[in-house]
């Protein structure tokens, strides 16, 4: 009977191996034939790694123990933590690339202690079968609580099955220790062992088509964003960029006249003039690049930890020209000096904020520049004393300034708070002006308080 039961177990670590095989194969084609996804890339090592371990598995007996035992079930645990570094950068989460390491260390060490050092079957399968459902029951969280926005049926599939797995390990350690410590050959051990490779050959099949299927999925979307953004680049090249580009032509014109007549005073107010006209419309461009950049780039974007005295510093100097001409002091008032966020995405929004508290400050005021914690994220607020939101009743979550002139006959379509808006959207924050009750306007933004889990 043993001997029946060896063959089984051999025989289903084959099967499992190539189903395994199978796994990676379809998904390094799918990684090499669509845009190179790091989820997709994690995934197909991971099955490629879990065949290596069940091969060395198979050749019990055949080949050494530092093989057939250390390098199997550490190839096999590492299979299932690429599974779960794929799935968190297919959710949008930063990589757990230390806790990964962590698990594995202590699981290597288990082998080779249980393994070669003091060999103890029981406690081997006690190892492996832990390390399995911390992976996989991590897979299966992040799975679950993915964005709800996004999250598809196939991702609740997958979630639940490798919660299953996950489970099914739990009780393999749970009921290996508790009830069956006397194992002395593995390869003829009880019906639950092979189970287990029943288990890893489901799992090999059911993850590689999900895995696939997740990977053509977010193909679609990315896709879908990307017509999506070039539709909407086009327009406001088409229609916000072309008003004022005909400025610069017409203030190159008048330019020309004014120089046949020799009138220099005419010129250099022209001059000055078309100076400023380019620097908005290369703001403008700036702000498209940091958007189309955004909204095209597949995955979100990473938060970084922020020094803002050093992102206000930047913003403000690329306003001083501005503020200069209208004798604006802009104040420097952080209470809060860190946040975490993107970088290129808190300066433009900061930008843009103190470009549109310039435009409707009345000469030789004041701005300020302040920061708070409210509700675990960092607000930061540009407040000015000029003309404020008008018309009366501009709803404070999202009021808008539109094409109004500003106090010194400043144009402007509000496009760059357009592109801030849906560049919030996209990090998951918020940006909003709001009346003053004393007079003027604060435009405001948020971002993370501490690392997201993204």
Not at 45 to 66: E, K, Q, S, T
Not at 168 to 187: A, P, S, V
Not at 292 to 307: F, N, Q, R, S, T
Request: charged fraction near 15%; include cysteine.
């Amino acid at each position: 009977m043993p001997t029946d039961l060896s063959l089984d177990i051999r025989t289903l670590a084959f099967i499992a191996t190539l189903s395994a095989v199978m796994q990676g194969v379809l998904l390094a084609i799918l990684w090499r034939t669509a845009p190179r996804s790091a989820a997709t890339l994690l995934w197909a090592g991971g099955g490629i790694l879990l065949a290596l371990g069940l091969v060395c598995l198979a050749f019990r007996y055949v080949l050494p123990d530092a093989v057939t035992i250390v390098l199997a079930n550490v190839a096999i645990a590492g299979s299932h933590g690429l599974f779960l570094l794929g799935i968190e950068r297919y959710c949008g989460r930063s990589y757990s690339f230390t806790c990964v390491a962590v698990v594995l260390a202590a699981s290597l060490t288990a082998f080779v202690v249980f393994g070669l050092v003091a060999p103890d079957t029981a406690l081997r399968v006690v190892a492996i079968s832990l390390a399995l459902s911390l992976f996989a029951g991590a897979s299966g969280w992040w799975l679950w609580h993915r964005d709800q926005e996004v999250r598809s049926p196939i991702d609740r599939l997958m979630a639940l099955m490798f919660t299953a797995h996950a489970a099914f390990h739990f009780f393999r350690g749970g009921y290996t220790l508790l009830l069956e410590r006397d194992i002395g050959d593995f390869m003829a051990a009880s019906s639950i062992h092979a189970l287990a490779f029943i288990d890893i050959v489901a799992l090999s099949f059911a993850s590689g088509i999900g895995f696939a299927v997740m990977t053509i999925s977010g193909l679609h979307r990315s896709l879908e964003r990307e017509l999506a953004a070039r539709k909407r680049l086009f327009s406001i090249l088409a229609h916000d960029l072309r008003a004022p580009f005909g400025g610069l032509v017409n203030l190159t014109d008048l330019i020309q006249v004014a120089f046949t007549k020799d009138c220099k005073d005419e010129v250099q107010d022209l001059a000055a003039k078309l100076s400023e006209e380019a620097r908005v419309v290369l703001a403008l461009l700036d702000d498209l690049l940091v958007w189309g950049h955004a909204e095209i780039k597949e995955g979100m974007p990473l938060a970084e930890l922020l020094d803002l005295a050093t992102v206000v510093d930047s913003a403000v100097a690329s306003q001083s020209a501005k503020a200069s001409e209208k004798d604006i002091t802009i104040r420097n008032a952080l209470a809060v000096t860190s946040a975490y966020g993107v970088r290129r995405h808190a300066e433009m929004i900061l930008r843009n904020l103190i470009s549109n508290a310039l435009k409707f400050s009345r000469p030789g005021s004041q701005i300020t520049i302040t920061s708070s914690r409210q509700s675990g994220q960092v607000v930061v607020s540009v407040i000015d004393e000029g003309i404020g939101l008008v018309p009366a009743g501009a709803e404070a979550s999202g009021g808008d300034t539109g094409s109004r002139r500003g106090t010194a006959g400043e144009g402007g379509a509000g496009l760059g708070l357009i592109l801030c808006r849906e560049l919030c959207r996209h990090d998951g924050q918020r940006v909003w002006l709001s009346e003053n009750p004393g007079g003027g306007m604060t435009g405001s933004f948020t971002l993370y308080a501490s690392a997201p889990d993204r």
